[in-house]
């Protein structure tokens, strides 16, 4: 039996959420996160400090898997702040206050918004670390193209293809109205456009920080879970993965995928398609 079908389903309850967060905060602060990633030593470790911690051994992709999702939830908490620029902040609760309209369009905006009517997600201060210095701080990732000293209220975001200041005389009001999308149009409403953005924007800088040891890192990392998998070096299945991971498309449904079996499945059609065409 083979590693990936001895390794559990993924849990994430609270604490292990925890747990996991504070080791990946240790290794960013042992330099194993040399780009916006955690290097194989970081896995590693934090694989066997979490493993003695909480009894589970998961593989290396289920934590992966939780560090997009972290990062998507802080991602998602820095951009959520930036709006307190624009409206009223509780300070108890460390939240926005917002009417209802405001509120549904910030969460339509992304759905992990809707935790932060409670306050802060849990385990901030280990994500400020985990995740420092890639490109989600609110600074130059929030309004790419907008001078820092301009606030996000006084902001025009109807444009799509540039940001354009409006007057600091503005009704605040008006810049608070913003947030409704018109009704009964179609098209992504400006909160959506900003939020679209935004997250392209740090796509674009993780990659302009990526360095190629990591592609490397990467590869080699899929190419052992290929033999893993059944597709033994020098056959069909594993000369297919060499030609199909180049593209990270393609290393992501690789390891969306739960089984070993439907791993080397996949790749086997994956070479009957390239035989037939």
């Given at each position: 039996?083979d ?61 992966k ?55 802060p ?47 600091p ?32 924007h ?61 791993r ?14």
């Amino acid at each position: 039996m083979d590693q990936e079908n001895k390794a559990p389903k993924a849990y994430w309850d609270p604490l292990s959420t925890t747990i996991f967060c504070e080791l990946c905060k240790k290794q960013k602060e042992a330099g194993n996160r040399p780009t916006a990633f955690l290097s194989n030593d970081g896995y590693k470790n934090l694989a066997i400090e979490f493993g003695t911690r909480t009894g589970k051994i998961y593989t290396r992709g289920q934590f992966k898997n939780k560090w997009d999702s972290t990062k998507a939830l802080y991602q998602a908490w820095v951009y959520y702040t930036t709006k307190a620029t624009g409206l009223g902040w509780d300070p108890v609760k460390q939240t926005i206050t917002a009417d209802e309209a405001q509120w549904a369009e910030l969460i339509k905006a992304n759905k992990l918004i809707a935790g932060f009517r409670r306050g802060p997600p849990d385990n901030l201060q280990f994500m400020d670390v985990m995740f420092e210095d890639a490109h989600v701080d609110g600074t130059s990732a929030v309004m790419p193209g907008v001078p820092r000293e301009v606030p996000v209220d006084l902001v025009d975001l109807e444009d799509d293809e540039g940001l354009t200041p409006t007057p600091p005389s503005a009704n605040r009001k008006r810049g608070a109205a913003r947030i409704a999308a018109s009704p009964g149009k179609k098209k992504k409403s400006p909160m959506q456009q900003d939020f679209k953005r935004w997250i392209d924007h740090c796509i674009n800088e993780d990659r302009a920080v990526s360095s190629s040891t990591t592609v490397v890192q990467d590869l080699e990392a899929i190419m052992e879970e290929v033999v893993a998998c059944g597709a033994q070096e020098g056959s069909v299945e594993h000369y297919m993965a060499t030609k199909l991971f180049g593209k990270l498309e393609n290393r992501v449904f690789f390891n969306t995928m739960k089984t070993s079996e439907g791993r080397l499945r996949w790749l086997k059609m994956q070479y009957e398609d390239r035989k037939r065409n």
